[in-house]
């Protein structure tokens, strides 16, 4: 649920540009994984988790925004939290050469980035 001050306070607007932006990282971290099995360098992989933590970040503390003074549903605050702290898992494993932890992973960081980016613009 999203109160009208939510919808009014510009912080919902904003949640919507950073949850589209981390949902496309995550998809980018998709496309340079692919690019990897197939013999590419992993330069791309690398900058896209930076990517992906910097824009896991912000998309918390723009959740966050949106449940406090903009009196919206706290949840997504939760999830954003959640797609922060398994990005930081995930490159630990992915560092590590652990695949059978690291892909199941990312399917999970794309499949709770892209339920955030869906209810943002749903509403």
Do not use: C, D, E
Not at 51 to 76: D, F, K, S
Request: proline share 2%.
């Amino acid at each position: 649920m999203v109160t009208q001050a939510a919808k009014g306070s510009g912080y919902l607007t904003t949640f919507k540009i950073i949850a589209a932006l981390n949902a496309l990282a995550v998809l980018f971290q998709a496309v340079t994984a692919g690019q990897l099995l197939s013999g590419a360098s992993a330069g791309s992989h690398g900058m896209g988790a930076l990517a992906v933590h910097v824009l896991g970040l912000v998309l918390l503390v723009a959740a966050v925004l949106v449940w406090r003074p903009g009196r919206g549903a706290g949840w997504p605050a939760l999830v954003g939290l959640a797609i922060l702290l398994l990005g930081f898992v995930q490159s630990a494993v992915g560092g590590a050469g652990v695949l059978t932890v690291h892909v199941p992973l990312g399917m999970a960081v794309f499949g709770l980035s892209v339920w955030l980016l869906v209810w943002a613009w749903r509403r």
